[in-house]
C-alpha cells in the first residue's frame, strides 16, 4: 500500500523529504517550484498522481516564512487540480503558529488565518510536530495529527546529559511540556519566569533548586536565543554547574548564532524540523536530534489504518 503514496516536497526543507522517503522506501515525487521574474510562485507536477494518496513536505518557517506558506498553498492548489485522491500537508514546523489568541484589542489571530488557507486550499489532512498551543489543532475542521518529540528528547537526554540533573521551564507557558519531560526522567522540575521585558537576569524569578545540578531547559522554539541565554546566566548565578537546552524548532535568526556562542549554555539540542545546516558551521554548540523517521512512521501508519498516537516512542536517537 506504500507503494500508492506520492511524496513531494517544496523547496523549505528538501533534505528533510528525502529522509521521509528514504525511511519509507520510495522515491520523492517529481515536481518544480520557481519564482517568475515579478516574485510570483510557480509550481509544476511533473508525473502523473491520478487517484494518488499525495503527501507534500513543507515547513512553514524562516528565512521566508510567507513564501514558503504561498509554494504550500500552490503546491497543493496544483494537486488538488491533478485529480489526486487525497491531499496530506506534512509541515514539520507550523509558521505563524505563536498568534493562535487574542492578547490585545484589534490583533489577528494568524495561526488560524493559515489554517483556513490551508483548507480552502485543497488540504485533506494535517501532520505536523509539537505545535505552539494545542488549540491550533482546533483551527483545522480537518483531521490534524500533532506529534511529540519528547521521547526522542527524553532519549537524548538520558543518553548524552549525565549528572544530578534538574528540567526547566524557561517560562510559566512552558511548564506543562518541561513537567511531561521531568516525570519520565524522574527528576525535579523548577520554573523561570519573566517579571519584565527588559533583557535583564534580575526580572527572572526563579522557583525551585538547582543549586550543584545539571540544569536541562526544556523549550519549543528557538528563535533569537535571547530568552535562552538569558535563562543560562539565571540559572548559572543561581548554582548550577552546567546548563542545556533541549527544543523542538530551531528557527534561529537574526543574531541568535552570536547571542548562542556567547551564552553560557553547553549545548542547544534541536530537531531538523527546519533547515539548519549552514548555521551547525557557526556553531559547535548546536546540536540535532532526526525527527524524519517518526514522520516516515506516522505517514506508513496513516497509510494502513492505524494508529499515530504512540509514533515517537518507536525511535530511538540517529
Not at 137 to 144: A, D
Not at 152 to 168: A, P, S
Amino acid at each position: 500500500m506504500i507503494d500508492s503514496i506520492k511524496v513531494l516536497s517544496g523547496t523549505a526543507h528538501p533534505e528533510f523529504s528525502e529522509l521521509i522517503c528514504k525511511h519509507l522506501h520510495v522515491e520523492l515525487g517529481k515536481c518544480t517550484c520557481n519564482k517568475f521574474s515579478n516574485g510570483e510562485t510557480g509550481v509544476l507536477i511533473q508525473e502523473s498522481i491520478r487517484s494518488r494518496d499525495v503527501y507534500i513536505v513543507q515547513p512553514t518557517c524562516s528565512p521566508n516564512v510567507n513564501d514558503n506558506i504561498m509554494e504550500l498553498l500552490v503546491l497543493i492548489d496544483a494537486v488538488r487540480r491533478s485529480s489526486a485522491k487525497s491531499i496530506t500537508a506534512v509541515i514539520p514546523y507550523y509558521g505563524y503558529g505563536k498568534h493562535n489568541r487574542k492578547e490585545m484589542s484589534r490583533e489577528p489571530i494568524t495561526g488560524k488565518l493559515v489554517a483556513n488557507m490551508l483548507e480552502v486550499a485543497g488540504v485533506n489532512r494535517v501532520i505536523s510536530m509539537d505545535l505552539e498551543a494545542s488549540q491550533i489543532q482546533g483551527f483545522f475542521n480537518i483531521p490534524v495529527d500533532n506529534l511529540y518529540a519528547e521521547p526522542l528528547i527524553v532519549k537524548y537526554i538520558e543518553k548524552n546529559i549525565k549528572g544530578d540533573r534538574v528540567v526547566v521551564s524557561p517560562s510559566v507557558d512552558g511548564v506543562k511540556r518541561a513537567k511531561l519531560v521531568s516525570d519520565k526522567l524522574n527528576c525535579d522540575l523548577v520554573i523561570l519566569d519573566r517579571q519584565a521585558k527588559e533583557e535583564s537576569d534580575n526580572d527572572m524569578l526563579l522557583v525551585g533548586d538547582v543549586v550543584d545540578r545539571v540544569a536541562v531547559i526544556i523549550g519549543s522554539v528557538a528563535d533569537t536565543c535571547e530568552t535562552l541565554a538569558l535563562a543560562a546566566s539565571v540559572l548559572k548565578r543561581h548554582g548550577a554547574t552546567k546548563v542545556y537546552a533541549l527544543v523542538s524548532h530551531g528557527e534561529l535568526s537574526g543574531n541568535s548564532i552570536e547571542t548562542l556562542n556567547n551564552s553560557e549554555l553547553e549545548e542547544l539540542v534541536i530537531t531538523n524540523s527546519i533547515p539548519v545546516k549552514h548555521k551547525l558551521e557557526q556553531s559547535a554548540k548546536i546540536k540535532v536530534i532526526n525527527v524524519a523517521p517518526m514522520f516516515s512512521e506516522a505517514i506508513r501508519r496513516i497509510v494502513h489504518g492505524e494508529s499515530v498516537t504512540a509514533t515517537s516512542s518507536k525511535f530511538v536517537i540517529l
